[in-house]
């Protein structure tokens, strides 16, 4: 499971606004607002924005706290 805060710092690690996640993801743009925000969405709607995440580059990390890197070779914003 990713949380909110993962959500909002891999999208700003990427340079993106909240729309464009939603349109790599395939939702509505309401639907990233309310994961970033902690209101609970469906595990398929979780998945499609982990998924656009995945390809873009980034890498959830689940240490001491969850966060979020950029996997070596990729650039912001692709």
Partial sequence: MI???????AREL??????????????HSA???????G???????EALIRNALDAAGV?????DEPGVKLNAG???GR
Avoid: H
Avoid at 3 to 9: L, S, V
Avoid at 31 to 37: G, T
Avoid at 39 to 45: A, D, G, S, V, W
Avoid at 59 to 63: D, R
């Fill in 3 to 9: 949380t909110g805060d993962q959500i909002r710092a």
């Fill in 59 to 63: 890498e959830f990390t689940n240490a």
């Fill in 14 to 27: 990427l340079g993106w606004e909240p729309f464009q996640l939603a349109q790599r993801a395939k939702l």
């Fill in 39 to 45: 209101t609970p969405i469906t595990k398929y709607q």
């Fill in 74 to 76: 990729q650039r912001r």
């Fill in 31 to 37: 639907i990233v607002q309310r994961a970033e925000s």
